[in-house]
């Protein structure tokens, strides 16, 4: 087997988790090149984790990439996923896609022109509780609880909703794209959010605090509370999903108690151990190689985003939100 080589375009926190993940999957894949704008910090990146530094993405495809992990903060994306499909290169993009709805689907769109195999990082799909839960006989799905709480204030960039989207796009929105993944796509939603206690930190002016609710037209709901005032140095992230043979209690995308309520037993504790980095890249590794689609496919990161923005519109303006007409 051939091993796929690969490029890492952005150099900061993000992409150490993908080039570890990348020199996990050993003869499956190898780091040949990074790229970014800041020559001093790329070279330093490559002297550590393997590979060519560049500062030209074509440079870097003419030198030999198969597959390039975009993990450029969504504010810094200028065309450069659609200019590594046209060039044939198949891609992982962090989420959130973009900020903004035209964005995110004309990068979609140049994908699926393309042929390309591209996939977006919702890495909580690879978990094998996840997995477990999808495999398993629940029936339909009532009611998804989750919760999203840190307290930090990240990168500079974070802290500014023109170049972060706030906390629901760029954080909640794991959790948005598992309720669409369970439960398909909501007819409504309805939101509110607020900074109360980052008023008096310069350039801070991200939700700290917020609350979703998804609606069906037939009755399911989901609900999201999110916040970044919680215990700091701990990101709390757990999730209940309440089926009609089934309650799952998760408290991350390995772990979970699987209970049946339908008095047939077999109830499931699942402790599972997989890197969903390593996960994501493999089963990229798989489309590519078979022509299939991947697990989450980039148009996921459309879906998933126009939640987002949906629920920070409601938020904005107060009143529910048919999806329909987003």
Known sequence: MTSLR?????????????ADAVAALGEKMALVACCGRDPARTEAFAAQHGGRAFTDIDAMVDAGVD?????????????????????????????????????????????????VSAAIGFMYRHGDALRRWRAADTGTIGLYAGTYHCNALHAPWWRERAKSGGQIVEQVIHQIDLIRHLMGEPDSVYARMANLFH??????????VSVIVFGWDDGRIATLNASNIAVPGLWHKDWAVYAERVTGRFTGWNDAVLTRTDGS????????NTDPFVAQLDDLARAIRSGSSPYAPLSEGVGSLRLALAAVQSANERREVRLGDV
Do not use: W
Request: hydrophobic share 40%; charged share 20%.
């Open 199 to 208: 008023q008096a930190t310069p350039r801070y002016d991200v939700e700290d």
């Open 265 to 272: 037993g077999n109830n499931e504790t699942i402790a599972g």
């Open 6 to 18: 690969v490029g890492i375009l952005g150099c900061g926190s993000i992409a150490v988790r993908h």
């Open 67 to 115: 597959l390039v992990i975009v993990t450029i903060p969504p504010f810094g994306r200028c065309g450069e996923v659609e200019q590594l499909a046209s060039r044939g290169v198949n891609l992982l993009v962090e989420k959130p896609i973009a900020l903004d709805l035209q964005t995110a689907t004309a990068m979609s769109d140049a994908v699926a022109a393309s042929g």
